[in-house]
């Protein structure tokens, strides 16, 4: 007789009673997955935000070298994941600079806020300022301004000029995970000496959209530097002395 791996009807336990707790462990959803790296000469952080299934999204892909490509290729594929959509929370070069490798090697287009595709077009220009040569971009995709799923993830997208005027960060309510981009570093706010960049309204951004409606236990996710929180910034961020 053949070995099966299912039982035979006698062999099923009984769940009377305790159905209704395993159920509900079945269907709790697994945690998402964040993984990040440290990306090109501006030491920018490129994220892969993942689902227990294998569905993926890259935000910001700063990758800028064969090497570099390797290395978030190889966990792609080490991990079984599936690219759904490359993010992009504004339009500087070292945030944008991976886009045309996961263009050809997924056939994605970056999504970037409406206002900032200005400041995409601009990345070759970028590049030749900072001596940063830079592969031919992809045409980017303007953002839809509303909650974007993938797998079992929700990501909220949420406008947040001042560091660029199309400014944006994605946030996972249901997780309490924020990839805030240039918007809020540990310790610190993103410039705004920069083209479109304005010092008052990125402040405000901060305050509305993240210190008056996010718990303080929500992680961030910055564009550079260390992972903080909403509470942590809130209390210790002297940028944020409102
Ligand atoms: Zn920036
Ligand atoms: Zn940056």
Redesign the pocket.
């Known amino acids: 007789m053949a070995i099966t791996e299912h039982p035979t009807n006698n062999q099923i336990p009984d769940l009377t009673g305790i159905s209704r707790k395993k159920s509900k462990k079945k269907t709790m959803r697994q945690k998402p997955g964040v993984k990040k790296f440290v990306f090109n000469p501006f030491q920018e952080n490129t994220y892969v935000l993942y689902e227990p299934e294998g569905a993926c999204v890259i935000i910001d892909p700063g990758n800028n070298s064969p090497e570099e490509e390797e290395e978030i290729l190889s966990f792609i594929r080490d991990q079984h994941l599936r690219p759904m959509h490359i993010l992009l929370t ?1 339009g ?1 070069l ?2 944008v600079c991976g886009a045309p490798f996961f263009f050809e090697k997924f056939g994605l287009s970056p999504k970037i806020h409406p206002d900032d595709l200005s400041l995409y077009r601009t990345v070759k220009m970028q590049g030749e300022m900072f001596s940063f040569p830079v592969a031919d971009m992809p045409d980017a995709e303007k953002l839809v301004m509303e909650p974007l799923a993938f797998g079992d993830v929700t990501l909220e997208v949420i406008h947040m000029p001042g ?2 005027p199309g400014g944006t960060a994605y946030y996972d309510r249901a997780y309490g995970l924020l990839f805030s ?2 918007v809020l570093f540990r310790g610190s706010i ?1 410039r705004t000496d920069l083209m479109g960049g304005d010092y008052n309204l990125l402040k405000n951004s901060i305050k509305t959209e993240i210190l008056e409606k996010m718990d303080d236990e929500v992680r961030v996710f910055p ?1 550079h530097g260390p992972e903080t929180t909403v509470g942590y910034e809130a209390l210790s961020n002297p940028f944020l002395d409102f």
Request: glycine share 30%; proline share 0%.
């Open positions: 504004h500087h070292d945030h560091h660029t981009g240039d993103g564009g």
